[in-house]
C-alpha cells in the first residue's frame, strides 16, 4: 500500500511484533532474521528486470498489477487468527489485512497511500 515508503517501517515493526508474540503463543517456532537469510542466501536474489529495480514481494506485485486480490488473508489474517485463537491483541495485523483488501479491491496501485496516511486511518479505527 506504501510503496518504498520508509516511514511504513514502525507500522512493518508492529505488526512483526504482534506476529511474534503470536507465534510465541500458539508454540511455534520460527526462524530469526539472520537464520532465514542464510537459508535464502544463494537461492533468492532480488534482480533488475528491463534496468528496473526490484520493488516489492508478492502482494506488491498483486497491487501493480490491479488484480482486485492480494494475499493478506493468508499473510496478516493468520497473525490476527492465531491472536483471536491464543489471547494475543493483534491491532495492527488486523488492520492492514482490512485495508489490504480494500485497496486491492479498489485496485490501487503500490504506493498509492503514504505511510502517514495509513497511520492516520490506523487511529482513526482507535489502534495506538
Not at 532474521?33 to 506485485?61: K, L, N, T, V, Y
Not at 489471547?87 to 479491491?105: D, E, H, L, S, Y
Amino acid at each position: 500500500m506504501c510503496g518504498n515508503d520508509p516511514a511504513w517501517g514502525d507500522l512493518y515493526a508492529r505488526a512483526r511484533a504482534e506476529a511474534f508474540a503470536c507465534y510465541e503463543a500458539a508454540g511455534i517456532e520460527y526462524a530469526s532474521d539472520d537464520e532465514d537469510r542464510a537459508r535464502r542466501e544463494g537461492r533468492m536474489r532480488a534482480e533488475p528486470i528491463d534496468g528496473q529495480p526490484h520493488s516489492g514481494g508478492s502482494s506488491w506485485q498483486s497491487l501493480a498489477r490491479g488484480t482486485g486480490a492480494v494475499e493478506t488473508d493468508y499473510l496478516n489474517g493468520e497473525i490476527a487468527l492465531l491472536g483471536r485463537t491464543h489471547g494475543v491483541p493483534t491491532p495492527v495485523n488486523a488492520f492492514i489485512q482490512r485495508v489490504a483488501n480494500r485497496v486491492a479491491r479498489e485496485r490501487r496501485p503500490p504506493g498509492s497511500m503514504s505511510a502517514a496516511e495509513l497511520a492516520a486511518e490506523l487511529e482513526r479505527f482507535g489502534v495506538t
